[in-house]
């Protein structure tokens, strides 16, 4: 799997809120946010559920992995999404990036996608309802 996620009854405002929080008390910051239902809109004309796009990056061991790898960039940030469900749960799904981060051809890359994994899993039970 690429991916693990959980589901929460908070509202799509609270709980991206909630993600923000709780990646940030995993020492993640969320550098890009992309709202796929804003851009469905205005590109497409679509109408979807809130869905958004939020591309945490922890300094510390992105630096790591950089030095390590100058091109793992090319599998940053960690992607974590939170849409909201037809049932009116919010579903917030995770990029795992020991998945990922298995493409790249380096000893020094599978401790550090543990570490940013068992980080992003923290946030992942904080957010659970």
């Known amino acids: 799997m690429y991916a693990f ?3 929460t ?4 405002d609270e ?3 909630a993600v923000t929080d709780a990646l940030q008390e995993q020492g993640f910051g969320v550098l890009t946010e992309i709202d796929v239902s804003a851009v469905l809109k205005n590109k497409l004309d679509i109408d979807k559920r809130p869905y958004i796009i939020l591309g945490a ?4 061991l992105a630096n790591q992995a950089m030095e390590a790898e100058p091109d793992i960039g090319l599998l940053l940030p960690c992607n974590v999404v939170v849409r909201e469900e037809e049932d009116g749960s919010v579903t917030v799904a995770f990029m795992d990036p020991s998945a990922v981060l298995a493409l790249v051809d380096n000893p020094a890359v599978p401790a550090l996608a543990t570490e940013v994994r068992g980080r992003l899993m923290k ?4 957010i659970g309802s």
């Open 5 to 7: 996620s959980t589901t």
């Open 9 to 12: 009854s908070k509202s799509y």
């Open 15 to 17: 709980t991206v809120a």
């Open 57 to 60: 990056c922890n300094p510390v």
């Open 123 to 126: 946030v992942r039970d904080a």
